[in-house]
T-cell receptor
Framework: GDSVTQMEGPVTLSEEAFLTINCTYTATGYPSLFWYVQYPGEGLQLLLKATKADDKGSNKGFEATYRKETTSFHLEKGSVQVSDSAVYFCALIGNAGGTSYGKLTFGQGTILTVHP | DSGVTQTPKHLITATGQRVTLRCSPRSGDLSVYWYQQSLDQGLQFLIQYYNGEERAKGNILERFSAQQFPDLHSELNLSSLELGDSALYFC???????????????FGEGSRLTVL
């Protein structure tokens, strides 16, 4: 079945540092890939997405590129802020025609803490 | 605001009891998903409904059940509660249809269940 593996956290950075959170996936066909973010005490919010190979999703300074050859969707940000402290989830929706039924399969989440 | 409404936000109950969690999806979304978030299991998919019918089942216990009503709101029923059922339960909705399953999911803020 579909699965997502994220780098283990937690990740602690100083403000303005470079961020990378690794994500790899296993799925048949061509899944859509997502990064969701969960701020303390809140629900999950979509951060960015990519629906086909080589697409780059971007939002709020975060970027991730859909790499089919390495089955990866790593999240990056050039300069993190304290307000980026949250839990980040990589996820996928399996391809149409399969048995995913539009449901998200999540990675285990990575806790990011950014210090001033 | 995602447009997905969940009630109650917090719930404290005793072992052996039964609770009902309610979810109103975004306007226009026919598909509703339930997820359980716990510290040890991460985000686990429980069940999906599409236009009133069960569409996909994940790691949902037999003590749990759900339904989607004609007005598209959904309820998750948890019975014979155990300490291990304490978790954050999320509802999400999407524009998923059998012909298109690559849309993003929009999450509510969750219902935090504590079983004492």
């Amino acid at each position: 079945g579909d699965s997502v593996t994220q780098m283990e956290g937690p990740v602690t950075l100083s403000e303005e540092a470079f961020l990378t959170i690794n994500c790899t996936y296993t799925a048949t066909g061509y899944p859509s890939l997502f990064w969701y973010v969960q701020y303390p005490g809140e629900g999950l919010q979509l951060l960015l997405k990519a629906t086909k190979a080589d697409d780059k999703g971007s939002n709020k300074g975060f970027e991730a590129t859909y790499r089919k050859e390495t089955t990866s969707f790593h999240l990056e940000k050039g300069s993190v802020q304290v307000s980026d402290s949250a839990v980040y989830f990589c996820a996928l929706i399996g391809n149409a025609g399969g048995t995913s039924y539009g449901k998200l399969t999540f990675g285990q989440g990575t806790i990011l803490t950014v210090h001033p | 605001d995602s447009g997905v409404t969940q009630t109650p936000k917090h719930l404290i109950t005793a072992t052996g009891q039964r609770v009902t969690l309610r979810c109103s999806p975004r306007s226009g979304d026919l598909s509703v998903y339930w997820y359980q978030q716990s510290l040890d299991q991460g985000l686990q998919f429980l069940i999906q409904y599409y236009n009133g019918e069960e569409r996909a089942k994940g790691n949902i216990l037999e003590r749990f059940s759900a339904q989607q009503f004609p007005d598209l709101h959904s309820e998750l029923n948890l019975s014979s509660l155990e300490l291990g059922d304490s978790a954050l339960y999320f509802c999400a909705s999407s524009l998923y249809s059998p012909l298109s399953n690559t849309g993003e999911l929009f999450f509510g803020e969750g219902s935090r269940l504590t079983v004492l």
